[in-house]
């Protein structure tokens, strides 16, 4: 398999992984963590929502970044400045100091792919895509699920071993429990 991460600024490649199926369908989008307003992420529905997806990609930086298979999209990872995001005010999720700190929040992989370690390209990927743009530090928010295994419609903040497997290490507890299993903060250093 010969993956390739890049950048999410093709909108209906990004639409071909976290979109709808159907165009009437109000899915996530990756947007609810991805907007500093959980009004307007609330208030978003179709083809409204789409609509703000499209204008993300068009942005510099995108809101992520997508693996490939050849030319097929196959998985996703949102990837942003902290402070861009709902995590800037988290109160679940604590700062761990005042580092403008780049933030991966989600995965996703599209099924017939999934269990073929795209996860880990997608994080090393983002990891990459934040140390090009200057980030000075990278964290993530995944359950300490201790191996035992994850809901996979919770398994999208990814999982502390492979944070630790992309040299990420703990840096704080969280408030926050996905599926039973609490988050904690992973923080990988790009100076």
């Known amino acids: 398999m010969g993956i390739e991460v890049r950048p999410a600024d093709v909108f209906d490649d990004v ?3 976290i979109g709808p199926k159907k165009p009437t369908s109000n899915v996530c989008f990756c947007l609810s963590y991805r907007l500093l307003s959980s009004k307007e992420n609330v208030s978003l529905k179709e083809p409204a929502r789409s609509a703000r997806v499209r204008e993300l990609c068009a ?5 992520g970044v997508l693996a490939y ?3 097929e999209p196959v998985g996703w990872a949102a990837v942003h400045p902290r402070a861009d995001t709902s995590f800037a005010k988290n109160r679940r999720i604590p700062h761990v100091d005042e580092l403008d700190v780049w933030s991966v929040w989600c995965f996703r992989v599209r099924p017939g792919h999934r269990k073929q370690g795209l996860v880990h390209h ?3 990927g983002a990891v990459e895509f934040a140390r090009e743009r200057g980030a000075p530090a990278i964290e993530g928010y995944p359950v300490d699920n201790r191996g035992e295994k994850v809901d996979l419609t919770m398994a999208y903040v ?5 944070f630790e497997a992309a040299g990420f290490e703990k840096a ?3 408030q926050s429990v996905l599926s039973g299993h609490p988050r904690v903060i992973m923080r990988l250093d790009l100076s």
């Open 15 to 17: 639409a071909a992984v």
């Open 59 to 63: 942005e510099d930086p995108p809101p």
């Open 69 to 71: 298979d050849g030319d």
């Open 122 to 124: 997608l994080l090393t």
């Open 158 to 162: 990814g999982t502390r071993a492979v």
């Open 172 to 174: 704080a507890d969280t």
